[in-house]
């Protein structure tokens, strides 16, 4: 069965139910424990941040399906669950410093650090790293 938050399955069932036919089967499944949005938040930082997103984007994409957490949230997941956000970034900026061309430094960083961002990882920690690397491989 797939995970839901509250807010996605309130949705879902008003589209194709009464409002109080809704609200009733939705009290019964957190009932049954069916709907519970921390479970639903943890297994989808997991997701989101394993697929290569960062902290920011979970958050925003989060708050798009009805679940309000924080950074310190997404923070405890991820070292709960094991996953050092450290070497997510640094996998990321290696994966998209292999696709570039024959391109000089300064496009490559403003086009490196557009597509972290828009990707979610926090800028400073991404400029920050992304100059180690840069520097490391002696990059034009």
């Known amino acids: 069965m797939r995970d839901y938050s509250e807010y996605g399955m309130r949705e879902k069932l008003i589209s194709r139910f009464s409002s109080e036919e809704a609200e009733e089967t939705l009290s019964r499944l957190k009932e049954l424990g069916y709907i519970d949005d921390l479970r639903y938040a943890e297994n989808f930082v997991v997701s989101k ?6 902290i920011y984007a979970v958050i925003r994409k989060l708050r798009e399906k009805g679940v309000d957490v924080n950074r310190g949230y997404v923070l405890s997941v991820a070292e709960k669950r094991d996953i050092d956000t450290d070497a997510l970034l640094e996998n990321a900026l290696k994966k998209y410093l292999a696709k570039t061309g ?32 840069l520097k490391e491989n002696d990059f034009r």
Not at 49 to 54: A, D, T
Not at 105 to 110: D, L
Not at 112 to 118: D, K, V
């Open 49 to 54: 941040l394993l697929s290569g997103f960062g």
């Open 102 to 133: 024959d391109e000089d430094r300064i496009s490559v960083r403003s086009k490196c650090l557009r597509f972290m961002l828009g990707r979610g990882f926090d800028i400073y920690e991404a400029e920050k790293r992304l100059e180690a690397i």
